[in-house]
């Protein structure tokens, strides 16, 4: 762990390793700690360089407990979920490889037999139809505070560059570029270190120029924990209070989740809006809105063969169908009447 945080550690590609992805590590090991120390489980590592036959077979069988004790202690002492799970599965089986390949040790293979869960979890971006609310409507505006009018500022504009959480907080004013009276956001973003330059609408020069006295960044300062909560709580004030279906899956098992509080309550549209649903409703919203995939794709910075990109693909063509199928409507409508 010392090696990935100090950069000795490289990977593949010859690249540190990201700060995000020692933090993993890190929480891994405490989970692992925890384990250990509550199931009693004695963990150790055998080089099988001179292990015999029968050695290897209680080596194999060893790692097939562990497996089973430790994933029954993620589900059911700490109450997470397949994603979850699958993060530190994956991390376990990452030690290993480094093991055998970095440290020569050949510890054997037993980590192939560790199946790491995974889940798709559901996409909930805002319609269009919402962030033309959020942007436009200037009743809503001056009913909120001075806070909350920040928050909405951020959330919009968010949604409306398709950059992560840990890009916009990053935005300096020197990201900003004006050419023939137009403005464009030239960013390389911090994760996938892919250079985009986006070129902004008015609505969102309009909000930098709001905050122009913030002291080198260009948004408003925030905490990311505390913006879920000013998210929740602006898209509430908003009315987007739609009942959705959420659940999670627990070994490929989908539960479905409610919030808590005086008792379960059914999940609202604000209560699972997230710093995510800046991202995922700029792609939406690009796509939706007949953006050619390439395009929005060299945007948001997804690999071509992106899964998750794919993703918002299908969830704006239901979008598209359902404009589509409104037109088709009008038109039966008018064909009827003449």
């Known amino acids: 762990m010392h090696q990935s945080k100090t950069g000795k550690r490289l990977q593949p590609n010859g690249k540190a390793l990201k700060k995000g992805t020692t933090r993993n590590y890190y929480f891994s090991y405490l989970l ?44 059911n002492d700490c109450s997470y979920f397949d994603n979850y ?53 200037k009743k809503f505006e001056d009913s909120l505070t001075k806070r909350m009018k920040d928050v909405k500022d951020f959330f919009v504009f968010g949604c409306t560059v398709a950059l992560r959480f840990s890009d ?80 999670r899956n627990k070994r490929g098992v989908a539960i479905p989740l409610k919030v808590e509080g005086n008792g379960p309550k059914p999940v609202r549209f604000c209560d699972v809006a997230s710093t995510h649903t ?12 007949g953006i050619p995939e390439q395009l929005v794709r060299k945007i948001s910075g997804h690999a071509p063969n992106s899964k998750e990109f794919y993703r918002y693909v299908l969830w704006s063509q239901v979008y598209q169908d359902e404009e589509t199928d409104k037109m088709f409507e009008k038109l039966n409508e008018k064909i009827l009447i003449a």
């Open 278 to 289: 800046m991202r995922r409703t700029a792609i939406t919203t690009m796509l939706s809105l």
């Open 32 to 75: 692992l700690k925890r384990f250990c120390q509550k199931e009693a489980f004695d963990l150790r590592i055998k080089p099988i360089r001179s292990l015999n036959r029968r050695e290897i077979d209680i080596e194999r069988n060893y790692w097939k407990k562990f497996y089973r004790k430790f994933t029954d202690y993620l589900y």
């Open 168 to 247: 916009l907080i990053a935005l300096k004013k020197c990201n900003v570029r004006e050419a023939n009276g137009q403005y464009y956001l030239s960013v390389r973003s911090e994760k996938t270190s892919t250079d985009s330059l986006i070129k902004l609408p008015s609505y969102a020069v309009e909000i930098l120029h709001r905050h122009h006295k913030v002291k080198k960044r260009l948004l408003p300062k925030f905490n990311i924990v505390n913006l879920n909560k000013f998210i929740k709580s602006l898209l509430e004030k908003a009315v987007f209070t739609q009942p959705v279906f959420v659940s």
């Open 85 to 137: 799970v699958g993060l530190t599965i994956k991390n376990i089986r990452a030690f290993f490889n480094y093991l055998n390949k970095d440290l020569s040790m050949a510890v054997g293979e037993f980590h192939k037999l560790f199946y790491v869960p995974k889940e798709e979890i559901a996409i909930f971006p805002l319609m269009p139809e919402e962030l033309y609310f959020l942007i436009h409507d």
